[in-house]
């Protein structure tokens, strides 16, 4: 198959509520993105989860793809399951963060490096996470963390989406101010030499608005209004997405 029977040569996709919906599914999807690649597109799996769960899915699914992007963007990993370009967040740095997390109550820190989450023993981390049940207190600590610390890490909330069976959290995840899907989306396309003009991104969720502005990408239907507002086109499923970027 030729690569101009589709419309973009790479496809960046978000995993949680847009690859998986919901598990019967995942047959249909898995198909779809075996087939948009038989006709020479490149599909990346662009994700917040960490290596080790992005890993288990993969193998849980048999989910076919060229690269995948872990932690919003703070690793990219080859087939083979190697770092290819990572952002991590300096000891220095997270040291700072988590002093002033540590002063909040009602929530949970999550620490993780280049597999999974860990103890913090003043190493690099990719990311920190923060869970908690009061909606206003991580809104208060998405822009407390990017006012202070914005020279050095970016901050962004997000409330789960429908694949969690408890809906009643939100989560925000601090990650290094060169990190990012839309940025490590960017240095993916110059190392593969592929043009911006080529990509699109496909998303549901807060940490998907950027990637999905600047690729003139897709949101699900499912998404919050705030997604959909900056998606060019708007789809039930990913398999609807990549249909129609076959010609």
């Known amino acids: 198959m030729k690569l101009e029977k589709v419309k973009k040569q790479i496809v960046f996709s978000d995993y949680d509520g847009t690859i998986y919906i919901n598990e019967q599914d995942m047959g249909k999807?898995?198909?779809a993105i075996e087939k948009f690649r038989s006709f020479g597109g490149k599909f990346v799996i662009v994700t917040g989860r960490s290596k080790m769960s992005v890993r288990n899915v993969i193998e849980r699914y048999n989910i076919p793809y060229d690269y995948y992007i872990s932690n919003n963007g703070a690793v990219i990993f080859n087939q083979d399951g190697e770092e290819i370009i990572k952002y991590p967040i300096i000891p220095d740095n997270s040291l700072k963060v988590l002093q002033y997390l540590k002063q909040k109550k009602n929530l949970q820190i999550f620490l993780y490096d280049d597999d999974d989450k860990v103890e913090f023993q003043n190493q690099e981390l990719l990311k920190i996470r923060v869970k908690t049940t009061d909606y206003q207190l991580a809104q208060n600590i998405e822009d407390k963390v990017n006012r202070t610390f914005g020279n050095f890490v970016k901050a962004h909330s997000a409330f789960p989406g429908m694949y969690y069976?408890?809906?009643?959290?939100?989560?925000?995840?601090?990650?290094?101010?060169?990190?990012?899907?839309e940025n490590a989306i960017k240095a993916l396309l110059e190392k593969l030499k592929i043009e911006k003009e080529q990509a699109t991104a496909i998303g549901d969720g807060r940490n998907d608005i950027e990637m999905i502005k600047k690729y003139h990408g897709y949101s699900m239907e499912t998404a919050e209004t705030e997604v959909k507002e900056v998606a060019s086109?708007?789809?039930?499923?990913?398999?609807?997405?990549l249909e129609y970027l076959e010609n």
């Open 29 to 31: 999807t898995v198909k």
């Open 165 to 181: 069976d408890n809906h009643d959290f939100v989560i925000v995840d601090i990650v290094s101010k060169q990190a990012g899907k």
């Open 233 to 241: 086109q708007i789809f039930k499923s990913i398999v609807d997405a």
